[in-house]
């Protein structure tokens, strides 16, 4: 069965902290994904990767950065919390032009 | 224009009726088409896939798709009360390795 399982389902960070958001998959797929939901925007892309160590900017990069050092993990990291980062953050994975499996979502406060 | 839009609703829909969910996208060059369904406060996922045109049937959904109008569609039969949820489109497109979602249909099957 396939999973991608991100580190925290919800969590509450002050502003202005570095915080780290993990994802693991263990399908084996090339492509990882980050995205963001906010009530009637839909999921918008932050970042993605196609290979370890490769990373491409989505439709809104800025305020956060990430990290692909093994195929399987791929980290989102906001360089400094602000509010306007509150957030539901979805991981996903893919093989090809397959579908995205995604992980269960971090629901992320920045107070 | 956004690259793949849909009616937000919410769509309200008798149980046993029929519902319609529709999407456009604006890349011609896009190969695979996808339906999510997302239930409040969990992640997306995949309910059907189709890549050629025509329809796509499993169960009690059809996709169906149609590549000179840029358009795609999703019928469910016999909706039931648990199909109450958000249904998101998403579009891959082979030259920017990207999936690309639609903002999303909410949909209320009424018992």
């Known amino acids: 069965d396939v999973k991608v399982t991100q580190s925290s389902r919800y969590l509450v960070k002050r502003t202005g902290e570095k915080v780290f958001l993990e994802c693991v998959q263990d399908?084996?797929?090339?492509?990882m994904f980050w995205y963001r939901q906010d009530p009637g925007l839909g999921l918008r892309l932050i970042y993605f990767?196609?290979?370890?160590?490769?990373?491409e900017k989505g439709d809104i990069p800025e305020g956060y950065s990430v990290s692909r050092e093994k195929k399987e993990r791929f980290s989102l990291i906001l360089e400094s919390a602000s509010t306007n980062q509150t957030s539901m953050y979805l991981c996903?994975?893919?093989?090809?032009?397959?579908?995205?499996?995604f992980g269960q979502g971090t629901r992320l406060t920045v107070v | 224009q956004k690259e793949v839009e849909q009616n937000s609703g919410p769509l309200s829909v008798p149980e046993g009726a029929i519902a319609s969910l529709n999407c456009t996208y604006s890349?011609?060059?896009?190969?695979?088409f996808f339906w999510y369904r997302q239930y409040s406060g969990k992640s997306p996922e995949l309910i059907m896939f189709?890549?050629?045109?025509g329809d796509k049937e499993d169960g009690r959904f059809t996709a169906q798709l149609n590549k000179a109008s840029q358009y795609v569609s999703l019928l469910i039969r016999d909706s039931q009360p648990s199909d109450s949820a958000t249904y998101l489109c998403a579009v891959f497109n082979t030259g920017g390795f990207k999936t690309i979602f639609g903002a999303g249909t909410r949909l209320f099957v009424k018992a």
């Open positions: 890349d011609r060059g896009s190969q695979s």
């Open positions: 996903a994975s893919r093989r090809g032009i397959t579908e995205a499996f």
């Open positions: 990767s196609y290979d370890v160590k490769m990373k």
């Open positions: 399908m084996d797929h090339e492509n």
């Open positions: 189709i890549y050629s045109n």
